[in-house]
């Protein structure tokens, strides 16, 4: 079974980080789990940082934590507001399902199947480039 946290977002990082502060004042750097937002320098990640920030930004958050990340942050669901942040992101095309766990979330798949196909988003763009592309292509240089 997961953890379960209700925390208050103290920051936004970008669209699919954030840091958190929960019971007993401990802090935790969280990544949603299953999505994967574009870099702040790439097309689209202002745009979804923005939104998360809206959402989530000093607001009560459910973070049901899955594990963590070689950066040692914790690897989460997250809900504002009562709304998953990894759905609304995909959905809204502001995020890519994050491909290696895209198995385990069928139903984002098909809201990002759903936002291609509408041309909403980053999917505007005749040639999106996936996060996980340009941080490889960004340490080439």
């Not at 609304?88 to 291609?116: D, F, K, S």
């Amino acid at each position: 079974m997961s953890a379960v946290l209700l925390c208050l977002v103290i920051a936004v990082s970008d669209g699919d980080s954030l840091k958190v502060r929960c019971p007993q004042r401990q802090e935790l750097r969280v990544r949603i789990a299953s999505m994967d937002a574009p870099e702040l320098r790439q097309a689209y990640g202002q745009q979804s940082r923005r939104q998360l920030y809206q959402w989530c930004y000093r607001q009560q958050a459910q973070i049901t934590v899955k594990g963590t990340d070689r950066y040692r942050r914790t690897l989460a669901e997250v809900r504002c507001k009562g709304q998953d942040m990894a759905t609304l992101q995909v959905r809204t095309g502001l995020a890519w399902v994050y491909t290696p766990h895209a198995y385990r979330y069928p139903q984002l798949a098909t809201l990002q199947e759903q936002a291609r196909a509408s041309g909403i988003g980053l999917w505007r763009q005749k040639r999106p480039l996936p996060p996980w592309d340009y941080r490889r292509r960004s340490k080439k240089f």
